[in-house]
């Protein structure tokens, strides 16, 4: 793994992923049950828009990005008072290979990482009362543990005023290994894309009449 440094939500950070698949898309890919989602088609023309213009789709921060990033110091306090661990900040955490990355709001010791959300009073109820509804970010914190290679996740659901709570999800190595699998097909694709939209090559005929 290798460590980008970069404020997440930056424009730095945004430019650092264009045309990147990263974690937060990886439910695009993969379902919470290690099928090959059906949206995999369109994620992959909107990276290959992204990497020929260069220009990231989204430069702006979505109202739960701006909610989080607004919260996310008593956010990251709650979290380290109520585990009892410590954390620090990474900016964009992509594989060696440079083909795929992950931006885990914190990583946590030596093993784990940590993803953060703060959502309004409804959505965050459901969340952390809801049970399997965490499973909505499996893709997501199993992508972070892929990519930085660690072996433990906390997804961390945080209200200033309602209770909040954490899930932990250990490393799971054959919803892992589907994703990895379904990863270097879907860049693969990326490829073939990017080989078709290249313009062409060919030498200039420039012998004619004039």
Request: glycine share 10%; proline share 5%.
């Amino acid at each position: 793994m290798r460590i980008i440094e970069c404020e997440q939500g930056s424009p730095e950070w945004f430019q650092a992923r264009c045309g990147l698949p990263t974690a937060s898309a990886f439910d695009r890919i993969i379902t919470s049950t290690g099928k090959a989602s059906a949206s995999a088609t369109a994620y992959a023309a909107e990276l290959l828009a992204e990497w020929y213009t260069g220009e990231p789709t989204a430069t702006v921060t979505t109202e739960w990005m701006a909610r989080g990033a607004g919260l996310e110091k008593r956010a990251v306090s709650w979290y380290e008072l109520a585990s009892g661990l410590d954390t620090q900040r990474c900016g964009l955490c992509v594989t060696d290979d440079g083909r795929y990355g992950a931006s885990p709001d914190r990583l946590v010791g030596d093993d784990g990482v940590l993803e953060i959300k703060c959502y309004g009073d409804t959505k965050h109820i459901l969340n952390i009362i809801g049970g399997d509804t965490s499973r909505d970010h499996y893709a997501q914190v199993q992508g972070q543990l892929l990519v930085t290679g660690r072996a433990w996740a906390h997804l961390a659901f945080y209200h200033p005023l309602l209770p909040s709570k954490m899930f932990r999800f250990e490393r799971d190595d054959p919803y892992i290994e589907k994703l990895s699998g379904l990863l270097d097909a879907f860049c693969t694709r990326l490829a073939d894309g990017k080989a078709m939209l290249r313009p062409s090559e060919q030498p200039v005929d420039d012998s004619g009449p004039f």
